[in-house]
């Protein structure tokens, strides 16, 4: 929510004025930071800088969508010139543009997490996707370090990471052979460009004007190194020939960095006052979101933790309802507790602290540290006949039918894309078997060339019979068309047209059904397949630009929009609002607000998270070597460093909620298959809540109500009643 439109703080005004040098911007919860960012690039062209030399970087395509729209509400028509889009779309930019100094073609595929994981597997040599999944992990955390194959060998601690070093060097032959990239590539590989090519770096620095950056506390190692290199620096340090200053707007707030397992550090914090001696540092301390009391409770959280930056939040909504805690039985008898105290706020009708209506559904959320938490909250929303959603559940693109879609896709724009060639050949069924494809892989891997160029070539018939053959060159000739037709395939109707008529063709709904034992889960597909038709037909005629990866025009041909699918998460469409209580993890909602938030789950071992675990972990690494000092003391500064970013999880699920607030926690808990004795997380106790005040049991509150109901219902009866 952002402060009042007419209207900007001191601090607000400070931060869109200061535009010649670098520039941190510490924005509180609820502070207005999107509304600062767009007025920044506002005054920026208003002073002359054009809009094609300005870029505001976010971390999700649903951020960027909402910042370019509110961009153009204020600026107008320029703001189409801005580059505004996720780290990741930039990266893909650069790589479109300039990729072939890395000896990258153009069209080269964006792998997906499932395609990561089968290729790691065939790495390295095994069958079980945990173990894959691990090695991914491992590999991803090197990249975002800015390690290679080769070094992240030399610095293998033990031999689990000495073997993950190793299949990650395969991993990364096997993306080149395939002309593809993963996610943390389209961080590292343009890193790579901005350092070791003069001519590349020198012309993005003529790009980049000015660059601002949102959630600058999200960012990883290799993400701060390439906005170092972005906005001016060599790769010394120093500012590049004729720069007089590093011209960026850096926007985060340290007191919500809750990525760590990701990469995310608060080293890039604290490094930009020593990178970036004269480093402009403005706070934004006035919260528009919650009220004094919710706000007290978040500030009285974190400070707990070592400050960067100090700040203290407040605001001028008044003091506003108490934050409630509840405790529960069970966490059958917490969900319980939570649908009462839904429904007591809905019956109360007028929240008489505000003044204001917030009835509706969608004004509550429920808010948890994990997603095993979700089971009882639906069940207890189910039974009391309350519609719901659970915010981060299977992405659209991970659902099998549009996966398929999405392989052949990728196969029309990368030839050389082998994961896409095998889901596609094989999707549906068209009489090339396993054995076939495995006898073409092995004459692709003697020869060095993708599965598409082998199975064009002339002595491809010494493996394979001469019917596997043509089998193989039909279904070759079927992509090559196909390609040559969405590449002149622009426009939403003709693209629609397109996709229809192909989908017939290859039978893809007959397919659905023979495959599915429901017709009706067969008709869900096939529902899915239709509306991912529609959207994408939408790009093709220029609707909703989620990336700038594509010059912007009025029409785009099919074979563009495909390039770049992989970087899409969700659909936009799906993302409407909906009239429903919304169940998320803490990680989730990071960003959003409602009304009502109810924290459940507050209990220890589950937020903090498993902190007694780690800290025995700990306890019993260090005591391995007994005399080795140092080693116990960096055990006990990692649990500690794992306790911050708990307390700052706990300070962004205290502020998303604007008018109420209740946390919960249970007595017992489940922890496996037993059942165990509980404790209230010290985060409450470090809330520092008026204890007069807090204590609530939602189900009393609502039998109240109910009675009070009753009562003027007999009393309106009884006067209506005829002497």
């Given amino acids: 929510m952002s402060s009042p439109h007419n209207a900007m703080n001191t601090a607000q005004q400070e931060a869109v004025n200061y535009l010649h040098g670098p520039c941190l911007v510490l924005a509180g919860a609820g502070s207005g930071k999107t509304r600062v960012i767009t007025h920044k690039i506002a005054r920026l062209i208003q002073v002359g800088m054009p809009a094609s030399k300005i870029a505001a970087i976010t971390f999700t395509n649903k951020a960027a969508a909402e910042m370019r729209e509110r961009a153009k509400t204020l600026i107008g028509k320029a703001a189409q010139e801005v580059l505004i889009c996720t780290f990741h779309a930039l990266g893909v930019r650069m790589l479109r543009s300039h990729g072939a100094v890395l000896g990258l073609k153009p069209q080269f595929s964006i792998l997906d997490t499932s395609d990561v994981t089968s290729i790691l597997k065939d790495a390295g040599g095994s069958t079980d996707s945990t173990t894959a999944r691990n090695w991914q992990w491992t590999i991803s955390a090197w990249k975002s370090a800015g390690l290679n194959a080769e070094q992240a060998l030399a610095q293998a601690a033990d031999e689990d990471q000495r073997q993950a070093a190793v299949i990650m060097g395969r991993y990364e032959e096997r993306l080149s052979a395939y002309q593809s990239v993963d996610f943390d590539d389209l961080i590292s590989l343009p890193l790579k460009l901005l350092r070791e090519f003069p001519e590349v770096r020198a012309q993005w620095q003529a790009f980049a004007g000015h660059v601002l950056v949102d959630e600058y506390q999200d960012t990883n190692a290799t993400q701060y190194a390439m906005l170092k290199l972005l906005v001016g620096c060599e790769p010394d340090g120093s500012l590049a020939p004729g720069r007089d200053a590093a011209r960026f707007t850096a926007v985060g707030d340290d007191d919500q960095s809750i990525y760590g397992w990701r990469g995310a550090t608060l080293d890039n914090l604290r490094l930009l006052p020593q990178d970036f001696p004269a480093l402009k540092v403005i706070k934004l301390e006035q919260n528009y979101r919650s009220t004094a009391a919710i706000l007290r409770a978040a500030n009285n959280v974190i400070a707990a933790n ?397 039998r109240a109500l109910r009675a009070e109901f009753a009562a003027r219902a007999a009393a309106t009866a009884a006067q209506k009643k005829p002497a």
């Fill in 306 to 702: 070592p400050k960067l930056f100090p700040k203290n939040l407040w605001s001028d909504l008044g003091e506003g309802e108490p934050v409630r805690v509840v405790d529960a039985d069970s966490e059958d008898h917490e969900a319980e507790r939570m649908v009462a105290r839904i429904q007591s706020l809905r019956a109360e009708g007028t929240l008489a602290q505000t003044g204001m209506q917030f009835k509706e559904l969608r004004d509550f959320a429920v808010l948890y540290r994990a997603n095993h938490q979700a089971r009882p909250f639906e069940k207890a929303l189910r039974k009391a006949g309350i519609a719901y959603k659970v915010s981060g559940g299977q992405s659209f693109f991970d659902r099998a039918e549009i996966r398929d879609l999405c392989a052949w896709l990728r196969l029309w724009a990368n030839n050389d894309d082998d994961p896409a060639f095998l889901r596609a050949v094989t999707t549906p069924k068209r009489g090339i078997g396993h054995q076939t494809l495995g006898s073409l892989g092995t004459f692709a891997s003697r020869y060095k060339l993708s599965l598409f160029e082998a199975l064009f070539s002339s002595s491809l018939g010494s493996v394979l019979s001469s019917r596997a053959v043509g089998s193989l060159h039909e279904f070759g000739r079927s992509v090559n068309d196909l390609q040559f037709r969405a590449k002149h395939t622009e426009g939403a109707e003709n693209a629609l047209l397109f996709l229809k008529t192909w989908l017939a063709d290859m039978a893809y709904e007959k397919h659905l059904y023979d495959t599915e034992d429901s017709p009706q889960i067969a008709a869900v597909k096939w529902t899915n397949v239709m509306e991912f038709c529609e959207w994408m037909a939408q790009r093709c005629g220029g609707q909703m630009d989620v990336d700038i990866l594509i010059t912007q025009r009025a029409s785009k041909n099919l074979l563009d929009v495909a390039q770049n699918i992989a970087l899409l998460s969700t659909l936009t469409e799906r993302e409407k609002d909906q009239n429903v209580v919304t169940l998320s993890t803490l990680h989730a909602a990071k960003g959003l607000e409602w009304p009502h938030v109810m924290l459940v789950g507050v209990t220890e071992g589950l937020l903090p998270f498993k902190m007694e675990e780690a800290g025995k972990a700990s306890t019993d690494k260090a005591g391995d070597e007994a005399p080795d000092e140092a080693a116990a003391a960096l055990a006990h500064a990692d649990l500690a460093t794992r306790l911050q970013e708990e307390r700052r999880l706990m300070y962004v699920g205290i502020t998303r909620a604007q008018r109420t607030l209740s946390v919960s926690w249970t007595r017992r808990r489940k922890k496996g298959r037993d059942t165990i004795a509980a404790q209230p997380s010290r985060f409450i106790a470090e809330m520092a809540l008026n204890q007069a005040t807090i204590k609530e049991d939602p189900r009393e509150k609502l």
